[in-house]
C-alpha cells in the first residue's frame, strides 16, 4: 500500500546537537513534500514544503530538508538544535497517484535537553 | 499565511448526544477542506474530504453516517459526530487547501472531544 514512512519515533538529544529525521514515500509520479511540527499544545505548522526545483529546501527556524527522488526519500535536518525545538515533527506527502491526498507519516517526538 | 480557524477548541458531550465542529477559512476560499482524527501519541488519520458544494469523500473505515460533513460554503465546513460514543473521544482536525496541488495545507487548532 501506498504510504510515508517516518522512521525515527523517538528522538532524543542534547542542545547544540544536530538532528536529522527521515522520511520516505511510496508514491510514484508527482509529489508534494512537506514537513510540518507540532510543538506542545498547539496545532500543526509548516516547517518546510517541496513542490519543484532545487531539491535541497529551506525552511524556518534553521530547518532544512532534501528531496532525492531516487530513494523516496525527503529527509528533515537541522545543524544545531535548540530546547525550543522538542516538538513532534510529521513528514506528508501530497501525490497524484494517491487523489491529492495529503497523507501524514507516523511522526518523531523529538526531545531536545537542555 | 492563511488562517484556519476551528471550533470549539474543547467540547464535551454525554453518549448518544451529537457534537459539530466548524471549519472556517478565514482569509481564502477552500474548494477542498480535510478532516483528520488524530489518536493519542499517534499521527493523522485521514478521515474524508470535503468539496464545496458536493458529497465529502470518506476513506475506508469511516463511517458516514457518523461522521457527517457539510460544505456549505467556500470558508465552511462542519464535521457532526452523531450518536457519539466514548471511542469517539479524540482530537479532530480540520486543514484547508486554496487548490488541488503546489499548495501547502493549513490547519487547524484542533477540537479535543470527550464523550461521557
Known amino acids: 500500500a501506498q504510504s510515508v514512512s517516518q522512521h525515527n519515533h523517538h528522538v532524543i538529544l542534547s542542545e547544540a546537537a544536530s538532528l536529522e529525521l527521515g522520511c520516505n514515500y511510496s508514491?510514484?509520479?508527482?509529489?508534494?513534500l512537506f514537513w510540518y511540527v507540532q510543538y506542545p499544545g498547539q496545532h500543526l505548522q509548516l516547517l518546510l514544503k517541496?513542490?519543484?526545483?532545487?531539491?535541497l529546501v529551506k525552511g524556518i527556524k534553521g530547518f532544512e530538508a532534501e528531496f532525492i527522488k531516487s530513494k523516496f526519500s525527503f529527509n528533515l535536518r537541522k545543524p544545531s538544535v535548540q530546547w525550543s525545538d522538542t516538538a513532534e515533527y510529521f513528514c506528508a506527502v501530497n501525490a497524484r497517484a494517491a487523489g491529492n491526498k495529503l497523507t501524514f507519516g507516523g511522526g518523531t517526538r523529538v526531545l531536545v535537553k537542555p | 499565511g492563511a488562517v484556519v480557524s476551528q471550533h470549539p477548541s474543547r467540547v464535551i458531550c454525554k453518549s448518544g448526544t451529537s457534537v459539530k465542529i466548524e471549519c472556517r477559512s478565514l482569509d481564502f476560499q477552500a474548494t477542498t477542506m480535510f478532516w483528520y482524527r488524530q489518536f493519542p501519541k499517534k499521527s493523522l488519520m485521514l478521515m474524508a474530504t470535503?468539496?464545496?458544494?458536493?458529497?465529502?469523500?470518506?476513506e475506508q473505515g469511516v463511517e458516514k453516517d457518523k461522521f457527517l460533513i457539510n460544505h456549505a460554503s467556500l470558508t465552511l465546513s462542519t464535521l457532526t459526530v452523531t450518536s457519539a460514543h466514548p471511542e469517539d473521544s479524540s482530537f479532530y482536525i480540520c486543514s484547508a487547501r486554496v487548490a488541488v496541488t503546489n499548495t501547502e495545507a493549513f490547519f487547524g487548532q484542533g477540537t479535543r472531544l470527550t464523550v461521557v
Open positions: 470535503s468539496n464545496e458544494g458536493s458529497k465529502a469523500t470518506y
Open positions: 508514491y510514484g509520479g508527482t509529489v508534494n
Open positions: 517541496y513542490f519543484s526545483g532545487d531539491p
